[in-house]
């Protein structure tokens, strides 16, 4: 029966009943308050990062792997547009998705083929992969997005194509090796291959240099590409020390720059601002080459390109030891014929002088004896002079075939080159001052050496000739000596110098081989430089001249002085 309204006990009855829905409501807090820590727990140890956002692009809540990934607090990311967390250049396109999105919810996994990026709170960008899905909170669409850093999963993928491709390029480059290219065309091939490998931060530029035997401290560039032509042309050559190649090749290590510094030492107008990865061509602690690739400024180093670029170069230095050890082998194969022609040449030259000698040494006697004989200012007198002048002559040309080849080796004993040279000289004093030719000494402090006397005193004797030859309007003969170091060993060395019209690049490499001349038919037989080489490799020592057209040439004798003491 109930009570009626007003009374104590409707009073107590309507207090019991909102007790008790208090109660409901306590427990409902607690159960709701249970339930959100619940989900906040689960959402806490979701193992991505993820976000809440509404229409407008506001992001409404994180969770606490969002702060780790990201940076952001909570409370500090809670309101905030959710392009904070976009790098500025997606940005643009990135509003176009969000309002495509909420204009037609719908779930998107994880690896759904997007290329993403994020950016942290210090500014740091980093690949991500998104899942999307949405609720209905109040009849408003919520985005739900899951959040992963794939840094490490981006970086192990890089890493394996990247290396499929520096496999791929260097079994390429082994195949260029294997074809019958010239080297700068071998060069440029694998120049394209560097250059074309992805995930590699380079520009399309770089140059490939080869150390010339004949000057072992300059860089030659070989290929290049993407240089404008004044670009190219103050690094056709670089000697050692000079910019960043120079001083990569000269202390045989990797330079990096990831901008122009003070290191640079060319510098052009209007070449976009770059840095550079230096690597050396190194074999057996010897520089025979450098690679040169162009970066991006404010590129980061990486060791991963340090690494393909040094496995590059040492491919490269393979290749170039095979085609110096090829060049060498025909060399010496075109030497060992060359030698085979001239042993036979030889013989039979000396078999032939030796026929010659007698009759000739006849003719000579008889003529002298008729030159006598014969009244002087007459016809016959005039011919009895030419016969023994080209008898004269003939003898001259004989005595050089048969010193040329000539096989008995050097009788060895202890002299002093310097005593050699002055007698030379002194036998040559005459003729220099009836040719207007100054004589000038400059000796060094060299030691006494074991040679054959004679034998380097024709030497010496055929230099000295051919410098006087060389200077017919007069000028000045220099005879010096040295000590010098040439592939590792120690040698003593004399130079004849003149003041001639010196010799063409051309003919630097013929001078030497038998017969060559470029005096008149009277003058000479073209054996003297072969005979005084021949004299020198006989000692184990060598030959060598520089030459400047209009300035003179410079011929040095060098014998081993291992045995000087």
């Known amino acids: 029966m109930a009570k009626a309204p007003g009374t104590k006990d409707h009073l107590r009855q309507e207090l019991e009943n909102m007790r008790m829905k208090a109660n409901e409501v306590s427990v409902c807090e607690t159960e709701l308050r249970k339930a959100q820590e619940k989900y906040e727990m689960l959402l806490d140890s979701a193992p991505d990062a993820m976000i809440f956002v509404d229409r407008s692009r506001k992001i409404i809540m994180a969770n606490a792997q969002f702060e780790v990934m990201f940076g952001y607090d909570n409370d500090e990311i809670a309101g905030r547009d959710l392009e904070i967390l976009i790098p500025e250049r997606f940005r643009d396109s990135h509003r176009k998705h969000v309002e495509d999105f909420f204009s037609h919810p719908r779930l998107r996994q994880m ?14 960008e980093f690949p991500v992969d998104i899942s999307l899905s949405y609720l209905h909170v109040e009849n408003e669409v919520v985005a739900t997005a899951a959040i992963r850093d794939i840094s490490k999963r981006k970086q192990m993928e890089e890493a394996v194509e990247m290396n499929y491709f520096i496999q791929k390029v260097l079994n390429s480059m082994l195949k260029t090796l294997l074809e019958p290219l010239p080297q700068y065309e071998q060069f440029a091939r694998i120049l394209d291959l560097i250059l074309s490998v992805p995930h590699l931060s380079m520009q399309a530029k770089g140059a490939i240099y080869v150390v010339e ?13 993407g240089f404008a032509e004044e670009e190219r042309k103050p690094c056709i050559t670089v000697p050692f020390g000079k910019c960043l190649c120079g001083q990569a090749a000269g202390r045989a290590e990797l330079i990096y720059a990831d901008r122009v510094d003070d290191r640079h030492i060319v510098h052009l107008n209007g070449v976009p601002s770059h840095g550079h990865y230096c690597v050396p061509i190194v074999s ?28 590059v170069a040492a491919t490269l230095a393979g290749i170039i030891e ?6 060498e082998k025909a060399r010496l194969q075109e030497q060992l014929s060359q030698n085979e022609k001239l042993a036979a040449l030889g013989r039979f030259t000396a078999n032939v002088a030796h026929e010659i000698r007698n009759p000739l040494t006849t003719i000579g006697g008889f003529a002298r004896r008729l030159d006598k004989k014969i009244p002087a200012e007459t016809k016959e007198k005039d011919y009895a002079g030419f016969i023994i ?17 000539r096989q008995t080796p050097p009788q060895l004993d202890r002299h002093d080159i310097h005593e050699i040279l002055d007698r030379v000289l002194l036998l040559n004093e005459e003729t220099c001052m009836e040719k207007s030719i100054a004589i000038k000494k400059a000796y060094g402090a060299v030691p006494m ?14 230099l000295v000739l051919n410098a006087i030859d060389s200077m017919p309007e007069g000028g000045t003969l220099t005879a010096g000596t040295m000590e010098a170091t040439h592939e590792g060993a120690h040698y003593v060395c004399a130079s004849i110098s003149d003041t001639g019209m010196g010799i063409p690049r051309d003919r630097l490499d013929v001078i030497f081989e038998p017969f ?5 038919i009277e003058k000479g037989t073209g054996l003297g430089l072969s005979i005084t080489r021949k004299i020198a490799e006989a000692h184990g020592g060598y030959i060598k001249v520089q030459s400047v057209i209009g300035k003179g040439s410079t011929f040095i004798l060098c014998f081993p002085s291992t045995l000087s003491s």
Do not use: C, W
Not at 111 to 124: D, S, V
Not at 516 to 520: D, E, H, I, R, V
């Open 111 to 124: 690896g759904a083929g997007f290329e993403l990026y994020a950016i942290r709170k210090n500014g740091e």
């Open 213 to 225: 035997e004949e000057n072992p401290d300059v860089l030659v560039m070989k290929a290049h590409r």
């Open 284 to 311: 057996a602690e010897r520089t025979l080459g450098l690679i040169n690739i162009f970066i991006n400024e404010g590129h980061k180093r990486s060791g991963n390109e340090e690494e393909f670029l040094t496995a």
């Open 322 to 327: 095979r085609n110096r050890m090829e060049q």
């Open 389 to 405: 002048s080209e008898v004269g002559r003939l003898e001259i040309i004989l005595k050089n075939i048969l010193s040329f080849s």
């Open 449 to 462: 050496i074991f040679i054959d006397k004679d034998h380097v005193l024709e030497a010496f004797e055929n």
């Open 516 to 520: 060559y001349t470029t005096k008149l």
